[in-house]
T-cell receptor, first 113, second 117 residues
Framework: KAGVTQTPRYLIKTRGQQVTLSCSPISGHRSVSWYQQTPGQGLQFLFEYFSETQRNKGNFPGRFSGRQFSNSRSEMNVSTLELGDSALYLC????????????FGSGTRLTVV | AQKVTQAQTEISVVEKEDVTLDCVYETRDTTYYLFWYKQPPSGELVFLIRRNSFDEQNEISGRYSWNFQKSTSSFNFTITASQVVDSAVYFCALSGASQAAGNKLTFGGGTRVLVKP
């Protein structure tokens, strides 16, 4: 079965712009989580959606937002991009409400110039 | 708050040597899960193992083995007879096991393993 699909793979944006990243979970998975990976801060949890509701949120400014659709696909949005938002954004999906089969996508590499 | 510490930032070995990656964690949860992930240069996080806090049995999978010691809050990972393909960054991670904890992982800083031929 298909894994977690993240699009696009690479993205270059200008400071001040906004960006939307997409994540399609494994079929049947209802939980989608997002992580930011940077050389300085490592892997940090952004937020988790379960059945279209945000269930957990990490310590990121309000410029970072997300949503989940009825088909479990999720998007995350970053507004007013800053240079420090350059990172690999990883999405993971899980089959249930608690940590279970937790599968990551290949990520979207965002570069802000 | 949860915290995962991987004290080794980089380890370099020659092929066929064994390599052990250390992981120490902190949590107030009474039940939790511990994980190891491998991240090759392609960027995707590849799941290696999940361990429930109730299960302190060590585990072996091929050349990989894990040593979980709750008394010292450690979950170490050993690669036996390393191969060049093992070169990657390895992450230890922690999650609460309750529904309130949800699907949220706290990661360590990662250990880069370089296996030279």
């Amino acid at each position: 079965k298909a894994g977690v699909t993240q699009t696009p793979r690479y993205l270059i944006k200008t400071r001040g712009q906004q960006v939307t990243l997409s994540c399609s979970p494994i079929s049947g998975h209802r939980s989608v989580s997002w992580y930011q990976q940077t050389p300085g801060q490592g892997l940090q949890f952004l937020f988790e959606y379960f059945s279209e509701t945000q269930r957990n949120k990490g310590n990121f400014p309000g410029r970072f937002s997300g949503r989940q659709f009825s088909n479990s696909r999720s998007e995350m949005n970053v507004s007013t991009l800053e240079l420090g938002d350059s990172a690999l954004y990883l999405c993971a999906s899980s089959s249930g409400p608690t940590i279970g089969g937790y599968t990551f996508g290949s990520g979207t590499r965002l570069t802000v110039v | 708050a949860q915290k995962v510490t991987q004290a080794q930032t980089e380890i370099s070995v020659v092929e066929k040597e064994d390599v052990t990656l250390d992981c120490v964690y902190e949590t107030r949860d009474t039940t939790y899960y511990l994980f190891w992930y491998k991240q090759p240069p392609s960027g995707e996080l590849v799941f290696l193992i999940r361990r429930n806090s109730f299960d302190e049995q060590n585990e072996i999978s091929g050349r990989y083995s894990w040593n979980f010691q709750k008394s010292t809050s450690s979950f170490n990972f050993t690669i036996t007879a390393s191969q060049v393909v093992d070169s990657a960054v390895y992450f230890c991670a922690l999650s609460g096991a309750s529904q309130a904890a949800g699907n949220k992982l706290t990661f360590g800083g990662g250990t880069r393993v370089l296996v030279k031929p």
